[in-house]
């Protein structure tokens, strides 16, 4: 039976591939019967962040060559739409570099971050965007480090505060090659109001994601050099952006390195997803709880029988959590990655998982909860000669929605 549901959303996705290819002005009627819808276009097209809208459009970023002048050669920040049986409303490119996270404003408009690459000196500065509801550019800004003209800068999460500016997280690389964080207030027009860049003595590996709390306090996710070692990294900053408090939580003798890759406000406190390196070779789900103070709660790492990658979780209505990535099959003549979707209760034990995809590299990127419970999920599917943006939704149990 598992084998036979393979096939048939194999030749689905063939079959949606040639119907995708090309922006539509106007949602249609999906005629597949089943929600797995590909977004994008003939070239190469990555998905990274998305929302959904309060009447259930889904609204997210990526990277686009597909709808970029020069899609041989160039990328831009790709924005898309579509309705809430995911079909595109539609699609564009944006020009930047690459799309890393987007927000709703309340006029129905949105503020993107991302990354410009200056052509003139090949170096990255972070991109902010607001954009009006039809994908038009409204403002925008390059920004980087007052006074600093060689380091890299690329944009990681935006957030709106309680005062109607945006606070950037950035990801900073100084040199030496290692990262820092980089925040920066603007207004809603990209002015500079305030900016800090923290390192610490233990530096950061990466930086993935920013939430914003209630009183405009921000929790920073990302991973740090320990010893030789890496950790998962949480770090609180206050509405000033002074940092208030900062915890790596270390492997242990079972983890060779632990990788974070995404956090959300949960339980009152954090749930954060990613990586745990048992060694070289075998590589688990992760999933840190802490309480609001970043005290550690729980860490589990989720073993399902290959190498597993987690990039997104999201809290569901029951209390437990969403979660989405990528799993390595070996079910074909080459290896490849699969979507993967796990869901699991409160304390973080898995309640079922599944995988869906091809023979190419697929992987899910971002995972949020609908109005219906239901969970939606972005990711990235390869094909022969590119990848596309594919929007999955599926029940409670796991099961594709028709």
């Not at 996270?101 to 990354?115: K, R």
């Not at 920004?143 to 990681?156: A, F, H, L, Q, Y």
């Amino acid at each position: 039976m598992k084998h036979t549901l393979h096939i048939l959303l194999f030749f689905l996705l063939i079959s949606l591939l040639f119907n995708s290819c090309q922006s539509t002005n106007e949602a249609e009627p999906g005629t597949s019967g089943l929600f797995m819808k590909l977004i994008g276009g003939a070239e190469n097209d990555e998905s990274k962040d998305f929302f959904i809208a309060d009447n259930g459009d889904i609204i997210g970023t990526g990277t686009t060559q597909s709808f970029s002048p020069n899609p041989l050669t160039d990328k831009n920040i790709f924005l898309f739409r579509t309705n809430s049986k995911g079909n595109t409303i539609w699609q564009n490119g944006l020009g930047g570099t690459e799309g890393s996270s987007i927000i709703p404003l309340e006029n129905g408009e949105y503020a993107i971050i991302g990354s410009f690459k200056n052509p003139s000196n090949q170096i990255y500065e972070l991109h902010f965007m607001v954009v009006n509801n039809q994908g038009g550019v409204k403002n925008e800004a390059k920004i980087r480090p007052i006074g600093d003209n060689t380091s890299e800068v690329k944009g990681i999460s935006i957030a709106k505060t309680s005062d109607g500016n945006f606070l950037l997280l950035g990801e900073i690389t100084i040199g030496n090659q290692e990262s820092y964080i980089y925040l920066v207030k603007v207004t809603p027009t990209g002015v500079r109001q305030s900016e800090k860049i923290y390192g610490f003595n233990k530096q950061f590996n990466n930086i993935n994601a920013m939430r914003l709390l209630a009183n405009d306090d921000a929790i920073i996710v990302g991973t740090s050099n320990n010893n030789q070692n890496s950790g998962a990294r949480l770090t609180m900053v206050d509405n000033n952006i002074n940092i208030k408090w900062d915890y790596n939580y270390s492997p242990t003798i079972t983890d060779e390195n632990l990788l974070s890759k995404d956090v959300q406000i949960a339980n009152a406190g954090f749930i954060m997803a990613g990586v745990s390196f048992i060694s070289n070779t075998k590589i688990q789900g992760l999933l840190i709880k802490t309480n609001s103070n970043g005290i550690l709660t729980w860490k589990k790492e989720i073993n399902v029988g290959s190498n597993l990658i987690i990039n997104s979780v999201f809290p569901t209505q029951d209390g437990g959590y969403i979660l989405t990535g990528d799993i390595t099959m070996s079910d074909k003549e080459i290896p490849h990655t699969n979507i993967w979707v796990g869901k699991t209760n409160a304390n973080g034990e898995l309640e079922w998982h599944k995988n869906f995809g091809g023979k190419r590299n697929d992987t899910g990127t971002c995972v949020r909860t609908n109005k219906e419970g239901n969970f939606v999920i972005v990711g990235t599917l390869g094909f022969e000669t590119n990848q596309m943006l594919i929007l999955i939704e599926i029940n409670k149990n796991g099961d594709i929605i028709r």
